[in-house]
């Protein structure tokens, strides 16, 4: 006799974004779309990183293929790909790319009356591209500030990290995912080729409040502060009781770091050093984005002094400093800072 077995019930992105619409504050269908029209530009990118490794055969990203094509680099065709679904999805006014150095103005007519402007580094990690090792895209919403009409100004993009309404990455890895937080949780959903659908794989995700993985270009350690290489030190000391010496994997991907660490607990820091002040990384869309995420998993992102989602943006492309992931790792860091501080003064 046949008995029907209950299977367990999966969730694709499109349907999870659907059931949380209510979350959401203002106009229902708005956000989900957004999330929806970066949903579909990623499988498309992801479909071009997997042909990464075909180089050889089809032609080197930047170069004339052997149709005599144009084969362009991959962040350049990332970019476009997340340009054109934010345009055609109708919800975007503007955008901020690592890729562009002035706004890019959605000027269609199906986005005249929009109300969204998106940050955007369309790939992350791209030294990695050539090497068949994790990259990533990171991005980020913001509602247009209230009253504010016509077209796209930068004020709109200059609001603080605590004024993001929804933000996530995508993570090409030995498997695709894509993780975002619209302010209540963060959710992860893993990219199932067979059917070509993000699935709900790690529902409410948190950060663990400690961990044992630094995460840090050390070749770079001459030119760090005092307290970073302290903090440095403190990893590296002997000490059983607390899970010392903690290890060092630092990939070059900040998404692939980032969200390691996230699932095993640990700390990511692009420090200031003496030739970068403000360090390498991007507050828009590389900082500010991850740190809305960390802190709805349970963890803390500062510049060392001052939470990340506080500081003023003043430039589409400005730098800060970075320390993010567990709360009791990143606390610690901040800790030697300040005593590195007090030590000169
Ligand atoms: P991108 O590829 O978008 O320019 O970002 C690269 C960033 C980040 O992903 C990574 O963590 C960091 O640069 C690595 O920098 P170093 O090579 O200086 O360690
Ligand atoms: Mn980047
Ligand atoms: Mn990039």
Partial sequence: MFTHQPTKRFITLGQFI????????????????????????????????NKAGLV????????TNIQGEDVKKLDVYANEQFINALRSG???????????????????????????VVCIDPLDGSSNI????????????YRRKEGMTGPTRLEDFMQKGTEQVA?????????????????????????????GEFCL?????????????????EG???HFPRGVKDYIKFCQVDDKATNRPYSTRYIGSLVADFHRNMIKGGIYIYPSTGKSPNGKLRLLYECNPLAFIAEQAGGVASNGVKRILELQPEALHQRTPLFIGSKKMVAKAEELLRNAVEKVV
Avoid at 18 to 40: M, N, P, T, V, W
Avoid at 56 to 63: A, K
Avoid at 168 to 191: P, Q
């Fill in 18 to 49: 659907i059931e949380r619409q209510s979350d959401f504050q203002y106009a229902k269908g708005e956000l989900s779309r957004l999330l929806r029209d970066i949903g579909i530009a990623s499988k498309i990118v992801n479909r071009e990183v």
């Fill in 201 to 217: 794989s790690h529902p409410d995700m948190k950060i663990p409040e400690d961990g044992s993985i630094y995460s840090i270009n």
């Fill in 56 to 63: 050889d055969i089809i032609g080197d990203f930047g170069v």
């Fill in 130 to 141: 050539d090497v068949n090792v994790n990259i990533g895209t990171i991005f980020s919403i």
């Fill in 90 to 116: 109708g919800e975007c006014l503007a955008i901020a790319s690592e890729e562009n150095e002035d706004l890019v103005d959605i000027e269609s007519e199906v986005s005249k009356n929009a109300n969204y």
């Fill in 167 to 195: 933000a996530g990455y995508v993570i090409y890895g030995s498997s695709t995912m894509m993780v975002y937080t619209t302010g209540k949780g963060v959710n992860g959903f893993t990219l199932d080729p067979s059917i």
């Fill in 220 to 222: 770079n350690y001459a």
